[in-house]
């Protein structure tokens, strides 16, 4: 699949030596495409992405994938902030209370094995801004079909390891799976149902702690 380069400035290099091992996914919350469009190319926005697919799967390039773009923010994955410097940025043309339409989602299936195939990135290497930034951001949101991506190998499936909830063992599999960013235990129930059962609501539950396995343990294939 072949974007359409439209550049943007705002960018820089990634730091430390840093290569992408991440996808993250958000969604614009604005007006349409062309909104956002103009925003990720704003110098005084200060924001930018990779990428940016329309409702219609149009795909624009903004930042070249070597460069850091200005998409992530505070935040913290498997351990390691400045999540900018280690990942790919791919916004998506939804206000976040709407379905994704279906010609934005075959253009990100068409997309994104190509990024994972560049830098050897695995279904496990591909989050949402909700992932990273647990309370702060929502992005992708509960609209978001992770479940579809799960099926081609494009994102990690929930697991099917039954437990009693316990807070404690729910945060050691939370944090094995890569959420660590350190926030309440709430917040953090709240991002894992945002990747792995949205809609979910509650206290928590012996359905909210199977998604995750045992630390140590795989998830399924």
């Known amino acids: ?77 498997a351990g390691a902030a400045d999540v900018n410097s280690r990942s790919i940025g791919i916004e998506l043309d939804n206000t976040g209370a709407q379905p994704f339409a279906e010609p934005l989602m075959a253009a990100l299936e068409a997309l994104l094995p190509q990024i994972m195939a560049r830098w050897a990135i695995g279904p496990e290497g591909v989050i949402g801004h909700s992932c990273m930034a647990p309370g702060r951001k929502q992005d992708p949101g509960p609209r978001f079909d992770w479940a579809r991506l799960a099926r081609q190998g494009l994102a990690r499936p929930a697991a099917a390891c039954p437990a009693t909830p316990d807070t404690a063992r729910f945060r050691a599999r939370a944090q094995a799976a890569g959420f660590t960013a350190e926030v309440p235990d709430d917040v953090l129930l709240a991002a894992v149902r945002l990747r792995f059962r949205p809609g979910a609501q509650g206290a928590l539950s012996a359905a909210d702690m199977a998604v995750l396995p045992e630390a140590g343990q795989n998830y399924p294939r």
């Open 1 to 77: 699949m072949t974007p359409r380069w439209h550049p943007s400035p705002n960018f820089t290099a990634r730091r430390g030596g840093a290569q992408p091992s991440l996808v993250v996914l958000h969604y614009t919350a604005m007006a349409d495409a062309q909104a956002a469009l103009d925003r990720l190319c704003d110098p005084a926005s200060e924001v930018s992405a990779h990428y940016l697919i329309s409702r219609d799967g149009r795909l624009w390039q903004l930042v070249d994938e070597a460069m850091r773009a200005w998409h992530a923010g505070a935040g913290d994955w």
